[in-house]
Each structure stands twice: as C-alpha cells, then as structure tokens.
C-alpha cells in the first residue's frame, strides 16, 4: 500500500514537472565545425564534455524556482527545507552565472560550493529535476552527433550518467541500457555488467512478472532493472513510466544486498 502510495505521488509530480515549459532556445551549445571535429572522439567521451551545454542564469532560476514550488506542493514534509534553499541561491548575477555553469559540469559538488549547511536530499531532487528538464532540450540538440548504436558503454554517451533501467529490444533481443537524467538510450553488451564490466550475469525474477529481470552483479554488488520488450505485450514499452512502476523491484534488490550504483552524484552534485 505505501509503494502504490509513493508511486502514484511520483506519477503526481512528473506530470506536474511535464506542464513546464522552457523557451525555445533555452539550451544552447557550440555546434562542431565539420573540418576539425573527429567523429572518433565522439564514443570516447560523452557528448556533455565535449560540447557543454549553456543556459542564460536568468532561465535557469526560472525554472528552478518552479520546480521548487512543484516539490512543495507534491512533497509537502519538504517546504521547510525547499525555502532554506531557495534562500541559500545566490542572487548576484555573476554568482548565478557561476552557479548554472556548474550545474551541468559532471562530478561538481553544487552543495560544497554553496557552503551552507543545506538538506542534501532534498537539494538533490530540487537541482536534479531542473537540470533534467534543460537535459531534455540538449539531448534533442546533440543526439544526432553520437551513435548510440556504437557507444557499448556502461555510462550515458550524452550525459555521462549511469543507467538506471535497461531494455531487451523486441526485434533483435539486444540490450539497451536508460539514463534516468536525460532520458537517452544505447545498446550494450547482451551480458555483463554495465557498472564495472564484469563479464558475469546472473538476474532475479519474480514469479508472474515474467516481463522483468533484476539483473545483478557479484562482483560490484550493483544492480539494473531491465524490461523484456518481447514479453510487453502490443502497449510498447515507456522506460521513464516502467522505473517508477518498478519500485518493488529496487526493493527487492537493496534487501538482498545490492545497490543502485545510478544514484551516484550526476552532474551539478
């Protein structure tokens, strides 16, 4: 009863989050000149480090600030902890501009640069979900620069982040794997790890779901969901919905000792 609780208040806030609206250009970033740019250079690192993504501070805030009222409204135990942080901002236009230029570099602790003693979890869900909404008009910008095909990496080709769902590919049976922060999708090795490339492979089932497999790892004790597309029926498959419709399954995974190596820090954290 508490997981279908929990779930459908995600449900609430995503489709909340879905009624922002970011201006046309919000996301801009330096297009590769044809003669000096290598195609190779582009499944060795991930797109966001060779072309970063820039967004107008005044933008950023924006939109911060609503999502910071969606979590209040959807999340009312954070209201307290939502205003400390909107305090905590800086307003200074040249401290702003310092601040949403970090957001989006990977591995920049946001929290440490604001050297307050702030709530990390919710600071986490409040930067997160801003800059997820700016990761989606990047991914429609840059996609086309990278084959997602060829990366066969365990970390996202546009963001860098781990996967935190994969899919068994209807056609094919190939394996895709699902950033949760940009939404993009690539193919990987049908077994193995995608956490620390152990070439073994061993899943849990649950006994009439037979759509889904936790894939787990003994070697990193990291875990990934993953969905069988030719087990989904004529519905398709949404990996975004299938994450929060899947909550047991995390459950099911952290109880038997494994962990959920995607909620190491992403960009801006």
Not at 126 to 155: A, C, I, S
Not at 240 to 254: G, K, P, R
Request: glycine share 6%; aromatic share 10%; hydrophobic share 35%.
């Amino acid at each position: 009863m508490e997981n279908n609780f929990i779930q459908q208040m995600l449900v609430n806030f995503y489709k909340e989050l879905d009624q922002i609206l970011l201006p046309e250009n919000a996301v801009t970033f330096n297009s590769p000149i044809p003669e000096s740019s290598n195609p190779a250079d582009k499944n060795i690192s991930p797109l966001i480090n060779i072309y970063p993504p820039r967004v107008k501070s005044t933008d950023f805030f924006d939109i911060l600030h609503q999502v910071a009222g969606i979590i209040k409204k959807t999340h009312p135990n954070t209201v307290a902890e939502i205003d400390q942080i909107e305090s905590a901002l800086p307003v200074e236009p040249a401290e702003q501009e310092s601040f949403v230029g970090k957001a989006f570099i990977p591995g920049i602790n946001l929290l440490a640069y604001l050297q307050q003693d702030l709530p990390a979890d919710t600071f986490g869900l409040l930067l997160n979900h801003t800059v997820k909404l700016f990761m989606r008009q990047y991914v429609e910008k840059v996609l086309p620069l990278v084959d997602t095909e060829d990366w066969l990496k365990g970390n996202c080709p546009v963001c860098g982040g781990r996967p935190n769902f994969a899919l068994l590919e209807k056609e094919s049976g190939g394996r895709y794997l699902y950033c949760g922060l940009c939404e993009t999708k690539w193919r990987f090795q049908r077994l193995g790890c995608p956490f620390c490339y152990s070439n073994e492979s061993q899943f849990i089932t649950i006994e009439g779901m037979d759509k889904y497999r936790v894939y787990v790892c003994e070697e990193c004790r990291g875990y990934i969901k993953t969905v069988d597309e030719r087990k989904a029926g004529e519905d398709g498959v949404n990996l975004f919905l299938e994450d929060i419709n899947t909550m047991h399954l995390d459950l099911l995974a952290i109880s038997e000792g494994y962990f959920n190596k995607q909620l190491d820090p992403p960009p801006g954290l």
